[in-house]
């Protein structure tokens, strides 16, 4: 289960958005990642290596968590908003939930719940 101080350093990671440096920082080496109920990554480099590939098709990133966090025991239920604009100047709004197993201070497995049609983009207005 995270310290109430690990989980606000890890938002507060992610919302500065060093999104690859809070994969390295709070996953374990063998942690997972799964879209909706795709097949999982496993492997923290395989998270990196994700990470970074969509990060790169982005022009910068807006990542806020909408709290309250939830956590009981081991389990942690965080509501993400992120809003990539992408090079071309498209905006594309996404919001999950992301269900996460912890290891001690250390994400093992997270699920990511959302409606990929977010993913449509627009132009901004």
Known sequence: MPSADTLERFIA????????????EFYAEGAS?????DPPRVGREALVANEQ???SMAKSVYSECVRPAFVSGDRV???WIFEFTGHDGSVRRIEELAYQRWEGERIAQE???YDPRQFAP???D
């Open 53 to 55: 590939r969509a990060l």
């Open 77 to 79: 239920v965080i509501r």
């Open 33 to 37: 990642m799964q879209e909706n109920f």
């Open 111 to 113: 699920q990511f719940f």
């Open 13 to 24: 990671r992610v919302e500065s958005n060093a999104h690859v440096e809070a994969i390295l």
């Open 122 to 124: 627009r132009k901004r």
